[in-house]
Each structure stands twice: as C-alpha cells, then as structure tokens.
C-alpha cells in the first residue's frame, strides 16, 4: 500500500537533496506566410496579443513548455516497509514552435513587408533574452522547490513506480507557479515593443520610404 504523500516520520530520516538536472531550449524559428490579415488577426486575439479593433499583419508566437520527471530508489527501512526517495529531478524549461507568421497579402521586397519581418524577428528576440535572463533564476527557485519534497513510504515493493509518478506530480505541481510567472515575465516584455508610439514610427518609416523611391 502507498503511505502519504509526504513522508512519514520513518522516511524523513532519509530525505536527501535530489542532484537537479536543467535544461533548456529556444526551440526552432520557423517562418510562415500561408495566413491573411483576418486569420493572423483571429490568431492573435486568440492569444490575447491583437486588441479589439486592430488588425495583424504579422505575428510572432511561442510556447512556453516545462517538463518534470524523477530517478528514484527505495529502500527497505523495516518489515514490509519502504522509502522511495528522489535521486534526481529532470527539469526541461524552455519554447516549443517558435514561429513567425507574416500575412500572405504583403509583398516581399516592399517596405511594409521588411518592416513586419524585423517587427516581429524583435518579438523573437526578446523571448530569447527573456528567457535567458530568467533561466539562472528559475533554476535557483526550481533547486529550493525540490530540496522540500520528502521521500514516500510504501510498503509493497510493486508500488515503487507509482510513487516515482507521485514525486514527479509534487514536483511539477509545485514548479508550475514558476512556470507561470514566466509567462507573464514574457508578455510584459513584448507589450513594451506593440504601443502606438511603436507603431507609429514604423508606419512612418515606411511612408517616408516610398514617398522618396
């Protein structure tokens, strides 16, 4: 049978602080210009990115993925009585599909077209320094998370693996509120670059491009 889900008395003896392995990744950018304005514009309302009343000419998206799994080992602390203890945390954060999506009505070579394009290549780019700058952060918050999870008493043998899956559910449980914040941290970051005063200057840029070519 399983015991709680936080150690008995008789595990917390053998508590221990599990090794953190942490990686990351930005994933790979892709760049797509199969959608038009109307579908980049539901896209991004979807996303919460297009405010009612605007229209999208080009959009930059990513997903902000953790993954949480844990190498345990039990061992026998009696008759019939088991701690299963966390030997190491596996921690991936980091983006899945990056991508930058540019409506299929622009032209490339035009100046609206290169201004989209660096728009949202900036967006890109500040999610990879986002990122970058939050991950030593994060890990230190991750490394203090899985130091205050005991280990798990069973006494079956054949639940071993049951409890791994409960470790790893504390775990990804308790890091999920990191995760979070760096959504936001993420969001905060882009809204500096889409303001009116943004846009107008690009709009700019490009009306005094071709008034003078």
């Known amino acids: 049978m399983m015991g709680?889900?936080?150690?008995e008395d008789e595990c917390s003896a053998y508590k221990v602080m599990p090794e953190l392995h942490f990686t990351s990744s930005y994933g790979?950018?892709?760049?797509?210009?199969?959608?038009?304005y109307?579908?980049?514009?539901?896209?991004?309302?979807?996303?919460?990115?297009?405010?009612?009343g605007l229209f999208a000419s080009g959009l930059a998206l990513v997903e902000v993925v953790y993954q949480v799994s844990v190498d345990s080992y039990r061992r026998k602390i009696g008759l019939g009585k088991y701690c299963v203890i966390p030997a190491r945390v596996n921690l991936f954060v980091g983006y899945s599909?990056?991508?930058?999506?540019?409506?299929?009505?622009?032209?490339?070579?035009?100046?609206e077209y290169n201004v989209v394009l660096?728009?949202?290549?900036?967006?890109?780019?500040?999610?990879?320094?986002?990122l970058r700058y939050f991950l030593p952060k994060?890990?230190?918050?991750?490394?203090?998370?899985?130091?205050?999870?005991?280990p798990i008493l069973i006494t079956r043998k054949n639940d071993s693996e049951e409890a791994t899956q409960m470790l790893?559910?504390?775990?990804?449980?308790?890091?999920?509120?990191?995760?979070?914040?760096?959504?936001?941290?993420?969001?905060?970051?882009?809204?500096?670059?889409?303001n009116q005063t943004n846009?107008?200057?690009?709009?700019?840029?490009?009306?005094y491009y071709n008034a003078t070519h």
């Open 4 to 7: 709680k889900a936080w150690a």
């Open 28 to 36: 790979k950018l892709v760049y797509d210009k199969s959608k038009s």
């Open 38 to 52: 109307d579908e980049l514009t539901k896209l991004g309302k979807e996303y919460g990115i297009v405010e009612q």
């Open 97 to 111: 599909n990056p991508v930058i999506l540019i409506a299929k009505e622009l032209k490339e070579d035009t100046c």
């Open 118 to 130: 660096r728009h949202e290549q900036t967006h890109q780019q500040i999610n990879v320094s986002t």
């Open 138 to 150: 994060l890990k230190t918050a991750a490394v203090s998370i899985i130091n205050n999870v005991d």
């Open 168 to 194: 790893t559910d504390i775990y990804a449980r308790q890091l999920e509120p990191l995760i979070n914040f760096l959504k936001k941290e993420v969001l905060k970051e882009q809204s500096k670059l889409d």
């Open 199 to 207: 846009y107008q200057h690009e709009g700019e840029l490009c009306r």
